[in-house]
């Protein structure tokens, strides 16, 4: 048997090598497959960036809102505190008005 001759083995070897090396381009549905879930996950990376400012924006709203109610309540204290006042005060001037006759 001469060295140089291919073997079985050999021959199948390379048709397989050959079979790979010329492999079929991709089928259409495939192509169409690949690209629709290539537009889903562009989608779906958008709704979770939008989801993660609407989370810092929500965020954001309820401490303002908080910081309005506290100020409203701090606002309504200094009310009572000036009726208090005023009250003190127009109860001074009845009893200067009384006193000076």
Known sequence: MNIHQATDLDVVRDIKRLAKEQ???PKVET???DGVDQV???WVERLHEL???VDALEGQIIACVGDIKDRLKRLSELGAEVTAVRDNFNSVATEVE???G
Request: net charge positive; no cysteine.
């Open 51 to 53: 989801r993660a400012n």
């Open 40 to 42: 889903a996950h562009q």
């Open 31 to 33: 192509l169409l497959l």
């Open 98 to 100: 009384q006193i000076a």
């Open 23 to 25: 492999a079929a381009p």
